[in-house]
């Protein structure tokens, strides 16, 4: 799978969808066979032509992930599309799961201008932006998409979802509901205050040292605690100047992982470890280890980086 840096390009067309936009989406239907498949997940939702502008409207208060696929013509779509309403319900309302079957709502791939299946997208505020196009495995998209959401918490959006047809509490029927557990640090990351997020991450690691959402929102808020108002174009001209400078190098490492250049910023290190010596090739090796945490240590690359860190070291 090839990740990309999350951004938020032009909204979606609904122009080829002229049909009124229906009642608020209750759930997937959940027959196997069926248009999703997706079974009880409180968050998901089998996405048609009438309540597609509907399913686009949720984005408003937490991302909408649409996943386009087809059980009759690539039946490890309609697979993709089961795990993903499986992780709607493990991420417990981060994000709702939108599934279009192409062959019963083709005017959706059309609308979105789709290409090929299978198709992941995060739409937020409207706006699309793809995930991955692989039919990658349940353990791989966890991973992905739990890296997806701590990008989106350092941005400020913290927001959940009620479960779908469940009414909302009157006394906060208007407020995004959100994980107690990480309140703290997510506040801190939307007022951009990273050093209180790095401080609230760890005080969760402390408690919980299992807890592996909270080890990687720690190592990834760090990231954004050592470039915060960092030039990029600076940082990248000092590294080529200075190849065996530890500071020089870790910097643009992180830079690159933020950017989305993962397999760069450890392919950087990896080799920075190679030709370093003593507390040099120390510090690279733990910096590097760092960003492993960052990404998740279930991640594919992560995997590959550990296996060529090793190849450096030995």
């Not at 370093?276 to 510090?283: A, E, L, N, P, Y």
């Not at 590959?304 to 190849?311: V, W």
């Amino acid at each position: 799978m090839t990740q990309q840096p999350f951004n938020r390009p032009g909204a979606i067309d609904l122009s080829a969808l002229k049909r009124p936009a229906a009642p608020a989406p209750t759930g997937a239907g959940g027959a196997p066979g069926g248009a999703g498949g997706a079974g009880a997940s409180s968050y998901a939702v089998d996405v048609t032509a009438e309540n597609f502008q509907s399913v686009v409207e949720m984005s408003m208060t937490a991302p909408v992930l649409i996943v386009l696929f087809s059980r009759s013509r690539m039946p490890e779509s309609g697979r993709l599309a089961d795990d993903l309403a499986t992780l709607s319900g493990e991420f417990e309302g981060k994000f709702v799961a939108g599934l279009v079957d192409v062959d019963v709502a083709p005017q959706i791939a059309q609308a979105m201008q789709v290409e090929s299946i299978p198709l992941v997208v995060a739409v937020i505020d409207g706006r699309p932006a793809p995930l991955f196009q692989d039919a990658i495995g349940i353990d791989e998209m966890r991973t992905a998409l739990t890296q997806v959401m701590q990008q989106l918490a350092t941005q400020g959006m913290t927001g959940r979802h009620q479960p779908l047809g469940a009414a909302p509490a009157e006394d906060d029927a208007a407020e995004p509901q959100s994980d107690p557990r990480y309140a703290a640090a997510e506040d801190a990351l939307a007022r951009n205050d990273l050093d209180a997020a790095v401080s609230e991450y760890q005080k969760l690691v402390t408690a919980n040292p299992a807890d592996t959402e909270a080890a990687a929102g720690l190592a990834m808020a760090t990231v954004l605690q050592r470039t915060q108002g960092v030039d990029l174009d600076a940082a990248r001209a000092e590294a080529e100047a200075r190849p065996d400078d530890v500071d020089a190098q870790t910097l643009v490492a992180d830079l690159d992982l933020l950017g989305g250049r993962v397999e760069d910023a450890f392919s950087r290190l990896v080799e920075l470890v190679r030709r370093s010596v003593g507390k040099d090739r120390d510090r690279a090796r733990e910096h590097l280890l760092g960003l492993f945490a960052a990404v998740g240590n279930d991640d594919e690359r992560v995997l590959k980086g550990r296996q060529s860190l090793a190849s450096a070291l030995y």
